[in-house]
């Protein structure tokens, strides 16, 4: 690998920019630290441009190379923001503040692509223009949406984009990708059924709204297993059940429901929006109630390019010496939008055996920061050559 020994001589500066951006979490748009940390770093290394304030609290950085013989610009995204999650590592470098941990590496991807954008500034070494881009509220904030609509694209005529993200489970510094669909839309629905409330004694004077919700989450499950293709993916989850009564003795008048519907087709997404939409009132009505439905639409299906999946690809196996077939997700990544605006790719590089993201023990490994940055690198020196 052509950039391995900078990176290996790299690992401690960029691993201590790393556990400084863990032990300061920021969540959604508030990464107001950790943003100004990115460019003042950036503008350190002699980036040609560095823009902050992209999409609220996003930095742009532009690396021009020795030559610009056709043009060509490159984007290369991660992640800045934390999740409001309470810390339990014991680490030296474990947040310091409360409720809020870098519970899904995005304190290593920030870390992976300013170690890439330090070496790309000091060897440019390709020709054209790579621009950094590190985008806020990843997790739930639609961040990646909002640097688009804020032009980001079209400013620095970015043609292509690339993103990555750690997979615990999978062998450290090894990489993974699919091409087409890769991680699912995510949706929200609240439910909100209404009877006529009374004494658990007397079930013949109410509408009984507990009964009614119950029956309505059932109802719900058929849309995977009666409504889409069996060859289809989706998934209907009812996560919150809460109703008006905390008594043991009180029929409640009223039910919230809350969930979330998973898919990867906009056919599918449709369907399930549209049987939601058509369940839920009409169970009521057969058993004397309402229910009214809210659904909101999250982020779209994110769809790897099939050139440009080829493209990351063969990067990986430069780095690695192989690339494995990635499997489906049913998660979220709000790099769809940017995959919506530019063709490009996403693809996993391995954290070892760690806890799953998302849980209070998980850590980002630093051994696999040498990987990850020589990544980038590669996929900017292999799609625009030196001249």
């Given at each position: ?196 409330g009374g004494h658990a004694a ?46 043991f003795n009180v029929i409640p ?135």
């Amino acid at each position: 690998m052509p950039v391995k020994n900078r990176f290996s001589e790299l690992l401690t500066e960029i691993t201590e920019w790393r556990r400084d951006f863990h032990a300061h979490p920021e969540i959604l748009f508030e990464t107001h630290r950790t943003s100004a940390r990115v460019a003042e770093l950036l503008r350190a290394f002699g980036c040609d441009e560095v823009v902050e304030g992209i999409g609220r609290t996003g930095v742009v950085g532009v690396i021009k190379g020795k030559s610009d013989s056709n043009g060509r610009v490159v984007g290369l995204r991660a992640d800045m923001d934390a999740l409001p999650i309470l810390e339990d590592t014991g680490l030296e470098y474990a947040s310091e503040t409360p409720g809020a941990m870098h519970a899904c590496g995005h304190d290593g991807h920030t870390a992976m692509l300013l170690g890439a954008a330090k070496y790309l500034c000091e060897t440019r070494n390709f020709d054209g223009t790579t621009v950094v881009i590190f985008q806020p509220a990843e997790e739930g904030g639609g961040g990646g949406r909002e640097m688009c609509e804020d032009g980001m694209m079209e400013r620095w005529n970015i043609q292509e984009v690339y993103g990555m993200h750690n997979w615990p489970g999978h062998p450290l510094g090894s990489f993974a990708i699919r091409p087409g669909a890769f991680f699912a839309a995510t949706d929200q629905f609240e439910l909100f059924v209404e009877g006529k409330g009374g004494h658990a004694a007397k079930p013949q004077e109410v509408v009984d709204t507990t009964v009614i919700a119950s029956q309505i989450v059932l109802a719900l499950q058929t849309i995977a297993s009666r409504n889409v293709d069996p060859v289809q993916q989706v998934v209907v989850s009812v996560t919150s059940f809460e109703t008006e009564s905390k008594a043991f003795n009180v029929i409640p008048q009223k039910v919230h429901i809350k969930g979330t519907v998973r898919t990867l087709s906009e056919d599918v997404r449709d369907l399930a929006e549209e049987r939601i939409k058509v369940i839920a009132p009409l169970t009521a009505q057969a058993m004397g109630g309402t229910a009214e439905v809210n659904y909101m639409r999250g982020y779209p299906v994110m769809v790897n390019h099939e050139t440009e999946t080829e493209y990351a690809v063969k990067a990986a196996e430069k780095v690695a010496g192989s690339c494995a077939d990635a499997p489906l997700v049913m998660g979220g990544e709000d790099f769809a939008y940017m995959l919506e605006e530019r063709p490009g790719a996403y693809i996993l590089v391995g954290n070892g055996d760690t806890a799953a993201v998302h849980h209070p023990k998980y850590n980002f490994d630093d051994n696999a920061i040498p990987a990850g940055c020589s990544w980038w690198v590669e996929m900017v020196e292999s799609r625009m050559p030196a001249a």
